[in-house]
Nanobody, 121 residues
Framework: QVQLVESGGGLVQTGGSLRLSCTAS????????MGWYRQAPGKQRDLVAT???????NYADSVKGRFTISRDNAKNTVYLQMNSLKPEDAAVYYC???????????????WGQGTQVTVSS
């Protein structure tokens, strides 16, 4: 069973920074797309940023220039560096990954449990 464990959330003032980490544990052959999504109370879960195994990135317009996604394939870990945080960035942040457990198995999508980010004004 593959699991994603997130860390790094917390409370920060407007303009501050946080770095989220998400590590996959379990038997893994390869991890394809990895990404971060967020969900604020009463709202749908939205994409924040994604990164392919080759390092190609994609960002929501609202975070471009402020957030940076990166990954360490050797550690099966994806990071989200968040700078210049705004109150509207407050949400539960979820890690997402497409995992393949064996070379002959079908990749599948998994989610972490979420980590809370709170931004005080």
């Amino acid at each position: 069973q593959v699991q994603l464990v997130e860390s790094g959330g917390g409370l920060v003032q407007t303009g501050g920074s946080l770095r989220l980490s998400c590590t996959a544990s379990g038997s893994i052959f390869t991890m394809n797309h990895m990404g971060w999504y967020r969900q604020a109370p009463g709202k749908q879960r939205d994409l924040v940023a994604t990164i392919t195994a080759g390092g190609n990135t994609n960002y929501a317009d609202s975070v471009k220039g402020r957030f940076t996604i990166s990954r360490d394939n050797a550690k099966n870990t994806v990071y989200l560096q968040m700078n210049s945080l705004k109150p509207e960035d407050a949400a539960v942040y979820y890690c997402n990954a497409v995992v393949q457990r064996r070379y002959y198995t079908t990749p599948y999508n998994i989610w972490g449990q979420g980590t809370q980010v709170t931004v005080s004004s």
